[in-house]
């Protein structure tokens, strides 16, 4: 079987500088891939390369989506119209800040619901069950009082769950994660996490989740994909010991031994 997503070649490059040349990985459906590297490596680069969601780049290479059943199609060089249907309807984003995310203007559950509605239609009773149900499957408990709120009037992690609520209620197949606990607290940051995986083996749903934290991608990926100064360099899959780095900068990364390693959520559990 193909993967869900596969990047081939991928460059990009902002006026004379390159900040991506010549990436490329799989991702296969149903999986939990992480991709680390340190600040300025070209993870989120290459995450926003694959709905074209870059300003002002020139971007090269192919990102080839075939989901399941469908005839793959390069996302990198499809028509804007059908782009734009894939984007939050098949392929969904979560950032690091969800408070930059959200309208400050608009309640919470306004905006759950417009993300419904522009993928999947319906009447405006229809949209507002469908947000409220989105909600409590984020593990939100009093999902009406977060529905009627304005994003300022919530925690982060509330925000953050919503943030996952919106991006997965019109059903994607592929959830990227761009450092979403990054401004979280270590508790919140591990129930973000867990609640991520919950809904991934729930939903058979897709995972692509952007780190800096090589433990902490451990801890959660089947597969990690290593980044240094805009190329991969490194792709490792789980075996039964873990991961085991042969890249000389995969190893000294952190300067940890990624089989034994404990990420900071779960020491003292």
């Given at each position: 079987m193909p993967p869900l997503l596969e990047i081939k070649d991928l460059s990009v490059a902002f006026g004379g500088a390159t900040a991506l040349s010549r990436a490329g990985f799989s991702v296969d459906d149903g999986s939990f891939t992480a991709l680390v590297g340190e600040?300025?490596?070209?993870?989120?680069?290459?995450?926003?390369?694959?709905?074209?969601?870059l300003w002002k780049a020139r971007v090269g290479g192919s990102a080839l989506w075939a989901p399941p059943g469908a005839t793959a199609r390069d996302l990198l060089r499809l028509p804007e119209a059908d782009?734009?249907?894939?984007?939050?309807?098949?392929?969904?984003?979560?950032?690091?800040?969800?408070?930059?995310?959200?309208?400050?203007?608009?309640?919470v559950g306004e905006q759950v619901g417009e993300a419904f509605r522009t993928h999947r239609g319906g009447s405006p009773a229809e949209?507002?069950?469908?947000?409220?149900?989105?909600?409590?499957?984020?593990?939100?408990?009093?999902?009406?009082r977060?529905?009627?709120?304005y994003p300022h009037e919530l925690s982060g992690g509330l925000k953050q769950r919503a943030m996952i609520a919106m991006a997965l209620i019109a059903g994607p197949r592929l959830l990227v994660a761009d450092e979403p606990t990054t401004a979280l607290d270590v508790t919140t940051e591990a129930e973000i996490l867990e609640l991520l995986a919950e809904i991934r083996r729930e939903k058979a749903l897709t995972v692509l989740f952007i780190?800096?934290?090589?433990?902490?991608?451990?801890?959660y990926a089947g597969r990690i994909v290593v980044m240094e100064k805009g190329r991969v360099v490194e792709c490792m899959d789980k075996d039964g010991g873990g991961f085991r780095p042969g890249n000389a900068y995969t190893k000294r990364l952190f300067g940890v031994d990624l089989a034994r390693s404990v990420p900071k959520q779960r020491i003292g559990a």
């Open positions: 600040s300025g490596s070209g993870k989120s680069v290459t995450a926003l390369s694959i709905c074209r969601l782009l734009r249907a894939i984007r939050g309807g098949e392929i969904s984003y979560v950032f690091q800040d969800p408070a930059s995310s959200f309208n400050p203007l608009l309640t949209v507002r069950q469908k947000a409220l149900r989105g909600l409590e499957e984020a593990r939100i408990r009093d999902a009406e977060v529905y009627r709120s780190t800096h934290d090589l433990p902490l991608a451990a801890a």
